[in-house]
């Protein structure tokens, strides 16, 4: 088993019932001396709350994966994600993964270079960002030679690049046909922090993955009526490894967007 059939798993059990929550808390301000601002990063203005069903969450996944088909990704080629914890997060990384393709989920703390450096180490094929990357991706773009495509997620699309969320509408909602995976294949690559040296490439098979799953499941006992809360972002090992275990349980995940980096 892989972690895409857990997903259709439950879809198909638990449809109608919420899995994933988009949480933009408002944060109020407090009073501070004229020396600290220049330490505070900028965060949203406006708080929201957004949500969708297991039901939802997989045809989006599957309308995600049925886009990158229609653009040519072939098994075993590399997506990048370059996002803030949001509601798009999970289901484009669970599309990437139905195509055969491997998700390469990228630090939102890198600068243009480290996005330059890691994009060609990871040899990735096409790159989604959001909003906060505009001028990143901006000025290495015509330095990312191998990336055919650059899906922009979020709203006003630069020009440089092509609207997922209009292109991924018009997708069919039903999950790819042919693509046959194992535990035995990749699945995604992970980067390790760089603290002691230029970020470090690390290649996962799905059984990593579904081991992860399991794990996490077993050891901290997550059931069905459980609400996983996610504070940390989502590119990281251990936060995605912590919210598989709700995904084995078909719990709901609340996703905490937070700071702009």
């Given amino acids: 088993m892989i972690i895409t059939n857990l997903l259709e798993r439950n879809a198909a059990e638990f449809g109608s019932d919420c899995a994933l929550v988009e949480l933009n808390p408002e944060i109020k301000e407090r009073k501070r001396s004229w020396t600290e601002y220049s330490l505070v990063e900028g965060s949203r203005s406006e708080s929201y709350r957004r949500e969708i069903t297991w039901s939802v969450f997989d045809e989006k996944a599957n309308r995600c994966a049925n886009l990158l088909i229609s653009k040519g990704i072939k098994r075993g080629e590399k997506v990048g994600i370059l996002l803030m914890n949001c509601l798009e997060w999970l289901p484009i990384y669970f599309g990437i993964l139905k ?124 059931e069905k009526e459980d609400v996983f809360l996610c504070i940390p972002p989502l590119y990281h090992t251990g936060a995605k490894m912590h919210w598989f275990g709700s995904l084995i349980s078909g719990g709901k995940a609340v996703l905490l967007r937070g700071t702009k980096p």
Wanted: aromatic residues 12%; negative net charge.
């Fill in 99 to 222: 195509t055969g393709a491997l998700a390469v989920p990228l630090n939102f703390r890198y600068t243009a270079s480290e996005i330059r450096y890691c994009a060609g180490l990871a040899d990735i094929d096409m790159l989604f960002f959001g909003p906060e990357f505009i001028s990143r991706v901006e000025e290495i773009s015509d330095d990312l030679h191998k990336v055919r495509n650059l899906f922009f997620v979020g709203d006003n699309c630069p020009d440089f690049a092509e609207n997922y969320v209009h292109l991924a509408i018009n997708q069919s909602s039903r999950k790819p046909k042919g693509i046959d995976l194992t535990e035995d294949d990749f699945a995604a690559i992970y980067f390790s922090s760089g603290t002691t040296g230029f970020p470090k490439a690390i290649l996962h098979k799905h059984r990593s993955l579904i081991h992860s799953a399991v794990v996490e499941q077993k050891h901290h006992g997550q």
